[in-house]
């Protein structure tokens, strides 16, 4: 006997996300697959994670993935960030929807009497029973009314969320893609094939399966609020057997250990594309302190004085390329560095990995590659 959630699983990987998309790893995609499933069953669990998809910059695909997920999650509503907080609780209390918002990182640099009660919304209504009151109605027929906020939510921006809702998310950091990595466009044709195929089939799936009561198994190392987010996706992934209940639990790990953090980011790839990549085309490692040297000493350098009317630094340096997945590591040193940096331990980069990240963000070594 077939296992139809695998089968849904297996064909939303293959047939929907992977073709249009490309992914900075394989765990969004198992993710994202998962989620799409919860959006049909989330009012079995007390929680439903809101799906977060961020990237450095622009031309990430983030818009394209709310595209493809307006194709094929339950009740789809894919808004843009100027959409009000009365007519988001509105619209949850009345159908239910998957609330899709796009470039909500708009929303939090506007207006904070409109973000603070969006922001809310989003805090509290990953929880089921949670609802918001408001006061509805004209003269003497003015009254509270609870509304509803449970629903399923995802969301896109550019760069970092606000902690609160970044707690209550499954992170889905997307990149830009290399010039060899190709994806499907997807037109008219794909769309309407996208939602022929899944959308009656999806909605049976839906009701030939109940989670309620289930109680997976999470990874321990994942924190309280990380287990919360992933247990509907878990047991999903449990239901379907195969290598989703692995993969599921592999994902969880990787998806929540980078903590990427904003800053002149794409300007210091630009920089190190001119001053450092020339002098690393014999090397497989970098150490730090010889990337801030070589920043810092041209002349016109911005990177000499930054706001704080210091030089740049080894830290600063890290948390700019820790943005980008680039994680330092203790570097075997040659004799040279032995010379000119003493013998103690130092950290530096694969060189690999850093034109792996110019390649992708900095447009010239675009058109070299």
Not at 99 to 109: G, M, S, Y
Not at 251 to 257: E, K
Request: proline share 5%; with cysteine; glycine share 6%.
């Amino acid at each position: 006997m077939s296992n139809l959630t695998k089968e849904c699983l297996d064909d939303l990987l293959w047939e929907v996300l992977k073709p249009f998309m490309a992914f900075a790893n394989k765990h969004q995609a198992f993710a994202i697959a998962l989620w799409i499933l919860h959006t049909f069953k989330f009012s079995d669990f007390d929680q439903s994670p809101i799906l977060a998809v961020t990237s450095p910059e622009k031309r990430c695909g983030k818009s394209r993935l709310l595209e493809l997920l307006a194709l094929v999650v339950s009740r789809p509503w894919l808004v843009m960030s100027n959409a009000t907080e009365a007519a988001l609780f509105r619209k949850i209390q009345s159908e239910q929807p998957t609330v899709l918002l796009d470039e909500i990182d708009a929303l939090f640099k506007g207006n904070a009497d409109r973000s603070e009660p969006i922001r809310a919304l989003l805090n509290a209504g990953n929880r089921e029973g949670v609802s918001v009151s408001r006061v509805v109605g004209k003269g003497a027929e003015m009254g509270v009314r609870e509304f509803k906020i449970f629903c399923p939510k995802g969301i896109a921006a550019i760069g970092n969320l606000p902690d609160t809702i970044a707690d209550r998310a499954i992170p889905i950091r997307l990149q830009r893609k290399l010039p060899h990595e190709t994806v499907l466009k997807l037109r008219r044709k794909q769309r309407a094939e996208i939602k022929k195929r899944f959308g009656a089939r999806l909605a049976a799936w839906s009701k030939q399966v109940d989670f309620r009561g289930v109680e997976p198994e999470v990874p321990e190392s994942l924190s309280d609020r990380e287990a919360d987010n992933w247990e509907s996706l878990i047991a999903i992934a449990d239901h379907a057997g195969g290598e989703w209940p692995e993969m599921a639990r592999e994902a969880a790990l990787a998806l929540h250990t980078v903590d990427p953090r904003e800053s002149d980011k794409v300007r210091v790839l630009v920089d190190l594309a001119r001053v450092a990549l020339p002098r690393l085309t014999d090397r497989e490692t970098v150490l730090t302190r010889e990337l801030v040297e070589w920043l810092v000493s041209e002349e016109e350098s911005r990177w000499r004085s930054l706001r704080n009317g210091k030089p740049l630094g080894a830290q600063y340096l890290g948390s700019l390329l820790g943005e980008f997945e680039l994680k330092s590591k203790a570097i075997r040193l040659t004799s040279e560095q032995k010379e000119r940096y003493g013998t103690g331990a130092l950290k530096g980069l694969e060189v690999a990995a850093l034109r792996d990240v110019i390649a992708r963000y900095v447009p010239a070594q675009n058109e070299r590659s």
